[in-house]
């Protein structure tokens, strides 16, 4: 039976996912997310969370969400052009667009949908002009999983999609003059704004340069950035002095803005109309519920009123930065929450990562494919909602693992 090769198939790829030390597997948390959780009954440290400034179990968060179920109800059971539009999604885009300092913005259900249905739309539309026609996409080699899957939504025949060495300005601009006589229709400069694997800063204003040099749309996908960096939390472009600065941003409030689901596209007017004409994942996909909506619009007005979350989760990732390197481990360098501890094998990442759970840490083990052959790492992802104490604690149970594994 054809459903037997299948399932035999399957059963086979997990052998060697497993025998590779590559398969994944879930754990289950009890109750909340916050700075400790509950898994398998016991009370752990997380430090594999996104939850950048605390507030996915944020007390006002909570309480927001539960009164927009009360007041709207669970869902809307229908995509926004439809019925499932509200108020309340209008205000959130309104409020998000003057967040980040551009025209307007546009809700989808996960940033990963958002991405998706930007690419489909800039490149596959016709624009009225049945003319045959080539659009070229210049991608960092690091970017995110759905900006690479959005490039395979893209007619082949429509773009030329080129790859740069992660971070190489100059052979991204060595590229552009290499194209610079061909008749493209639209250029693309496509970034992470902040590289989930590393917590590496995209060199947004080499990227802007270029830019405007070569007359190329400059996107940038901020999901890692958005309430993190900056002096209010707007995002990469905001850090680097570029804020509203950015042709197209793509971000989400599944992480430091409430830890839900909800992503967006923000920029121009004009852009955002033609992706509610036309982006698929928007148009049929159900709306954001309203519960979401109304607790981001109070992580938002959170972010605003309580800066002071911006300054602990930076005092709080330097703090475990420096004190992880005094411990002898090689952490990469960075000013973001994500603190990346080199181990280079995956087997010795896989047993820590197991090691330090059973200690009472939770850390994410990362190797080969999500992160290159032989660079495999712990990925800590600190947060507003950790306390020194908690910190130290981690830093202590490292610290023994280490040296139970001849680390350090």
Not at 23 to 38: H, M, N
Not at 97 to 104: I, K, R, S
Not at 151 to 169: P, T
Request: aromatic share 8%; glycine share 8%; proline share 2%.
């Amino acid at each position: 039976m054809y459903s037997k090769k299948l399932i035999d198939s399957i059963e086979k790829e997990f052998e060697t996912l497993k025998s590779a030390g590559k398969f994944k597997v879930e754990r289950e948390l009890d109750g909340a997310q916050g700075a400790e959780v509950r898994i398998a009954g016991r009370q752990v440290l997380m430090f594999a969370s996104n939850n950048y400034l605390g507030l996915a179990n944020h007390p006002e968060i909570v309480k927001a969400g539960k009164e927009a179920i009360e007041q709207y109800g669970f869902g809307l059971s229908s995509v926004r052009f439809i019925s499932g539009t509200e108020t309340i999604h209008k205000i959130l885009e309104k409020k998000l667009a003057e967040f980040l300092g551009v025209e307007d913005s546009i809700l989808y259900s996960t940033n990963f949908m958002s991405n998706l249905g930007f690419f489909a739309t800039i490149t596959n539309e016709t624009f009225g002009d049945s003319a045959p026609y080539l659009d070229a996409i210049y991608s960092d080699e690091l970017n995110h999983a759905s900006i690479i899957d959005a490039f395979k939504l893209c007619k082949k025949e429509n773009v030329v999609k080129r790859i740069y060495s992660h971070g190489d300005v100059a052979l991204l601009e060595k590229m552009l003059e290499e194209d610079k006589e061909k008749n493209y229709r639209f250029k693309i400069i496509v970034t992470d704004g902040v590289f989930s694997m590393e917590g590496y800063l995209a060199q947004l204003p080499e990227l802007k340069k270029l830019a405007e040099k070569y007359e190329a749309m400059l996107f940038v996908d901020d999901a890692h950035a958005i309430g993190v960096l900056g002096k209010t939390g707007a995002g990469t472009p905001e850090h680097f002095n570029l804020h509203g600065q950015v042709d197209v941003l793509s971000g989400t409030f599944g992480k430091a803005l409430g830890g839900a689901v909800g992503g967006y596209i923000a920029g121009k007017k004009k852009i955002i109309e033609l992706l509610r004409q036309k982006s698929r994942t928007y148009l049929f996909s159900n709306s954001v519920p309203p519960s979401v909506v109304i607790a981001s619009i109070k992580a938002l007005d959170l972010l605003k009123e309580k800066r002071e979350l911006l300054d602990k989760v930076r005092e709080n990732s330097e703090y475990f930065r420096a004190g992880a390197r005094k411990l002898g481990f090689k952490v990469l360098e960075g000013i973001h929450p994500i603190v990346p501890v080199m181990l280079g094998d995956a087997a010795k990442t896989q047993e820590i990562s197991q090691k330090l759970l059973a200690k009472g840490l939770f850390v994410v083990g990362l190797w080969f494919p999500v992160v290159p052959e032989g660079a495999a790492r712990l990925r800590f992802q600190i947060s507003a909602a950790h306390t020194h104490e908690q910190i130290d604690q981690a830093l202590e149970i490292l610290s023994e693992v280490g040296k139970e594994m001849k680390i350090i």
